[in-house]
Structures are given as structure tokens and as C-alpha cells.
């Protein structure tokens, strides 16, 4: 479909408490149900970010995402955000895309932000994704993958990008910067949902989050420290002709990754 409306949800996440983080989620989608396709969530949104990794992990039918798909279906829309998942004994940031029928899409976080040791406890995801919805072309990623571009290039094969995040508000420059960096080089859509609030490590976050569009103009934001919810509306028919009338894919650097 051409429309696709997005919202995102900025959340003070409840540190390491699934149940509380759960309920409060709820009391926030309760009013935008059956008003949008796609619900962003911000990054291990029921644990805040938390090295904890083999006490809080679930697996993938465990009660976090069974509470994914059933709001995805009471909602009537797909539902992102990254959990901890384990599997087969690893460990996973794992982005999980949730559609209103239950099928899961997931993307294993590739850049592990190993500053705050999250390489020491998670394992390292090695594919990119794009998740096909509604017609639209979706490429997930989560947080830190936001500072690499190579990894993120994705100008001829997705029509929108989503981050999930636990970015700090001592680096927030960065975050307002890159994020429609990400937008005007791909020539797409980029909604990103961060926290606020601060976590159980004493990190302050100013949520901040956004959807940028092709040019770089932010269509919808959420001011810092607000706990909220934030709706738009994205156009694949606009987003198609802005790239038929400025086709930077023409001059693009053709090159692969190898992970």
C-alpha cells in the first residue's frame, strides 16, 4: 500500500522488570488501536539495557513475545523492538518485527557496543535483514549499528529504516545528527524509538526519537523525557518519486559486505 502509518513509542523503561514494562506498554498502545500499521518500540524494551544476559533472556516462545503477537493482532498493526533472546545456548539483542497474523521477521544485532561490554555477554549477528510488509521494503536495525554506514547502506533494496534504541543523552549530538544522516543517503524513510528516563546503571537517556524523511526533514518527534507515543504518515508513492527526480543511485559506489 502507499500509506503506511508508523508510531512510535517512547518509553522510561522499568529496569530489569518485564512484567511492569509489559503493563505499561499497554496502557500505552491502548489509544492507538486500530490507528496505525507499525509500532516502534525502543530497544530491549522490557529490560532497559542490561548485561544480564543469561538471567533475563527469553526464547522465542517464551511470555515477551508471546505479548508481541498478541498486541500485534489486538492492535491490528506489526509490532518492533529489540529483546534478549537466547537460543541453542547464545545470546541475542535481537530485534524482533511481529505482524498482526504472528509472523516474526528478527535481525540479530550486528554491532555490539563493546564500550559498555555488550560483546562480553551477546553474541554478534551476521546478517542484514529486510522484512516485507504492507508493500513496503523494512530494514531493522538496533542502536549502535546507527554510527556505521556501511552496514546500514541500504538505498536500492528498502524503502524504510527502523532503529530501535538505548541511546544516552550524553551523546545526543550524535543521535539528532545521524539518524537523517541515515535518511538522506539512502534516500528513504528512518524511524528511530529511543528510551528515556534513566536506567539501573545511573545512564540518563533523552528519548529524542524521530521519523526523518528522504530530504532529512523530521515528519514527527517526541521531545526528551516525554513518555509518549508519536504517529505519521509515510508515503511510498512520494518517496518513489523523490528518487526518480534526484537519482543519487546512479553515481553510488557498488561494493558487498563481508561479515
Known sequence: MDLLRISLVQ????????????????????????QTDLILLPEMFTTGFSMKARELA??????????MKFQAKKTGSAIAGSLIIEESGHFYNRF????????????DKRHLFSMGEENQYFDQGTERVIVHYAGWRI???VCYDLRFP??????RDADLVLFTANWP????????????????????YVAAANRTGTDGSGIKYMGASM????????????????????????????????????????????FTISC
Open 11 to 34: 518509553l522510561d523503561i522499568s529496569w530489569e522488570s518485564p512484567v511492569q514494562n509489559r503493563l505499561k506498554l499497554e496502557s500505552l498502545l491502548e489509544p492507538i488501536t486500530g
Open 58 to 67: 527469553e526464547t522465542m516462545d517464551g511470555e515477551s513475545v508471546s505479548w
Open 96 to 107: 524482533l518485527f511481529v505482524s498482526p497474523d504472528g509472523k516474526i521477521d528478527f535481525y
Open 139 to 141: 530494514a531493522p536495525f
Open 150 to 155: 556501511v552496514w546500514c547502506r541500504t538505498i
Open 169 to 188: 543523552e550524553s551523546r545526543k549530538i550524535v543521535w539528532q545528527t545521524l539518524v537523517p544522516a541515515r535518511a538522506i543517503e539512502n534516500q528513504l
Open 211 to 254: 521519523v526523518v524523511d528522504p530530504r532529512g526533514a523530521i515528519n514527527g518527534n517526541i521531545a526528551p523525557d516525554q513518555e509518549t507515543v508519536v504517529s505519521c504518515t509515510l508515503s511510498l508513492e512520494d518517496l518513489q518519486a523523490f528518487r526518480r527526480k534526484f537519482p543519487v543511485e546512479r553515481d553510488e559506489d557498488i
